[in-house]
């Protein structure tokens, strides 16, 4: 039951940590490894299992913290609401997944069920979390890959997915490959042969799957190399045609107690109105505050809005989370307000909703002082006009979604923009792996993105998914730096999640190829 653990922890440190994500490409080989030895299929659901739950503590350890110092919730009460509503339904997932590999394998299997089946069934798998009611999709391996320049370029044919699709690959292609070094090395043992047990003819009869393994590596390595030169000069282009403006991203780091306790509002408010100076030199600029900076719906009032467009000065527009009441049925909307200097302010109220803290079928969490409960579902386009041109725009955990966001910029919209409030993982893994969706979100789309969060990580993202600035934890600071909106369109943009279809139909194969037996070539293939 090693191979599960030791999977877990390289996966979990593939994802934060900048200098390992190299480890995705071998996370999964002890976990593959451990279920090819299994004899029966509770056996392999329990390896899933415990995977699953194992990730799911590694990555999502800060709701217990959140839940003790923030809602200050009795320790047994956080502890169980880790386990249920975190822990347990993914060692659930996990462990089917390891069941449906379980099941799917063939006797012999080769290079289709390693490098094909097998990461196919891992992609269907992670886009589930998707569509699964009480899951998000976050902590996908292919995130892992964001973090290398030149691996994550080819997410705009293929998206966060098809890089998932890849890490897990080259994990089947290094399980083969040890599967059989093992039964060479068995043979061997068997025969009573003292030579080395990794002979020259071992490379020679396996030649087919190093094959396979390098052309994984390196047909999206090549590509990483040539496409940021494209990228590169779409920007310079966009530049010369003026489509460039300054921009100012806000991160005051108030803390949950001081943005939620209902005292200060204002005094927040000028707080992030002079840390939001554009330079002298600026003719254009955008300025964007994090999520629910004006959270106190009283208080904002057509005089509000106006008095914060004229601080704001014309030639700005303000793009800041808030409150919006419901005019009709006197709920809350956790919206993005688009306030520009001159012309129609406008609100973006948000469409996807976060499990148990923003939309719950029963109350879990409780209140949170002066925070809503809970928060009514959007339906106002994500694409919003503005006198800057159009913007996509998405709060908090939207920028998970891949596909949300590449249709946010269906009106043509040339540059994207995230806020948010991280606050609540404190000091843990989670707002790295947060940025690391913006970063990959560039990259599909081609755009770039302003990302800000009021404790951090807040950052200026280029279209290559690179940081061209950012802050750090808790700190007060803004940043300042100049911005293009670009308009082409990329392979993902235009095709979706096509590689989920191309995953299901070849699961479809794998099917069909597992009801007929061993009958199929491709069982023994090389």
């Not at 940021?228 to 100012?248: E, K, L, T, W, Y």
């Not at 601080?311 to 809350?332: A, E, K």
Request: hydrophobic share 50%; glycine share 8%; proline share 5%.
């Amino acid at each position: 039951m090693t191979g599960p653990v030791i999977s877990a922890i390289a996966y979990c440190l593939s994802l934060p940590l900048a200098g390992l994500w190299w480890l995705a490409f071998l996370a999964l080989v002890p976990f593959f490894l451990c279920l090819t030895r299994c004899k029966t299929p509770l056996q392999a659901f329990l390896r899933g299992f415990l995977f699953g739950g194992l990730f799911f503590a590694g990555l999502g350890h800060w709701l217990y913290t959140t839940l003790v110092n923030e809602y200050e919730k009795p320790a047994a009460v956080a502890a169980a609401f880790l386990l249920g509503c975190g822990i347990l339904p993914h060692a659930l997932l996990f462990g089917a997944f390891a069941l449906c590999l379980y099941l799917l394998a063939p006797k012999r299997a080769g290079i289709f069920f390693y490098l094909l089946a097998a990461p196919c069934l891992w992609v269907v798998f992670e886009y589930s979390r998707e569509v699964l009611p009480f899951f998000l999709p976050w902590g996908s391996m292919g995130y892992a890959l964001a973090q290398s320049k030149i691996f994550s370029q080819s997410a705009d044919i293929w998206g966060l997915y098809g890089l998932s699709f890849l890490a897990a690959a080259v994990n089947g292609a290094a399980t083969l490959l040890a599967v059989r070094f093992f039964e060479a090395k068995a043979a061997q043992k068997s025969r009573g042969e003292k030579r080395a047990a990794w002979p020259r003819g071992f490379i020679k009869e396996n030649r087919a799957v190093i094959a396979a393994l390098a052309a994984a590596l390196l047909l999206p390595g090549l590509y990483g190399i040539y496409r940021p030169f494209q990228i590169n000069r779409q920007v310079q282009d966009a530049q010369d045609a003026g489509r460039s403006f300054c921009a100012v991203i806000v991160q005051a780091s108030f803390s949950q107690k001081e943005r939620w306790s209902g005292m200060g509002f204002y005094s927040r408010v000028k707080t992030h109105l002079d840390m939001s100076q554009c330079d002298d030199g600026c003719r254009q600029c955008i300025v964007v505050w994090p999520e629910t900076v004006l959270n106190s719906t009283p208080e904002l009032t057509g005089d509000f809005f106006r008095e914060i467009i004229r601080l704001i000065g014309p030639d700005r527009l303000l793009i800041t989370g808030g409150l919006r009441l419901d005019p009709q049925g006197g709920q809350v909307f956790n919206s993005a307000y688009f306030l520009p200097g001159i012309g129609q302010a406008r609100a973006y109220d948000k469409n996807i909703l976060l499990p148990w803290a923003e939309n719950a079928p029963f109350d879990v969490l409780g209140t949170y002082y002066n925070a809503p409960a809970s928060f009514l579902p959007g339906k106002t386009s994500a694409c919003v006009e503005t006198p800057f041109g159009a913007i996509g725009v998405s709060i908090c955990f939207e920028s998970i979604y891949p596909r949300f966001v590449a249709k946010s910029l269906d009106c043509g919209a040339g540059l994207l923009v995230n806020i948010s409030n991280d606050t609540w993982f404190g000091d843990s893994a989670m707002p790295f792996v947060h940025l690391l969706a913006s970063q990959l979100r560039a990259v599909e789309n081609r755009r770039m993105v302003l990302r800000a969060s009021n404790s951090g990580i807040s950052a200026v993202i280029t279209p290559l998914g690179e940081i061209a600035a950012k802050t750090s934890l808790f700190e007060k600071t803004s940043l300042k730096q100049e911005v293009v909106m670009l308009h082409n369109k990329t392979v993902y943009q235009r095709l979706g999640d096509w590689i989920c279809l191309f995953a299901l139909l070849v699961l479809l194969v794998a099917l069909w190829m597992r009801v007929h037996g061993d009958k199929s070539p491709l069982h023994n293939d090389a």
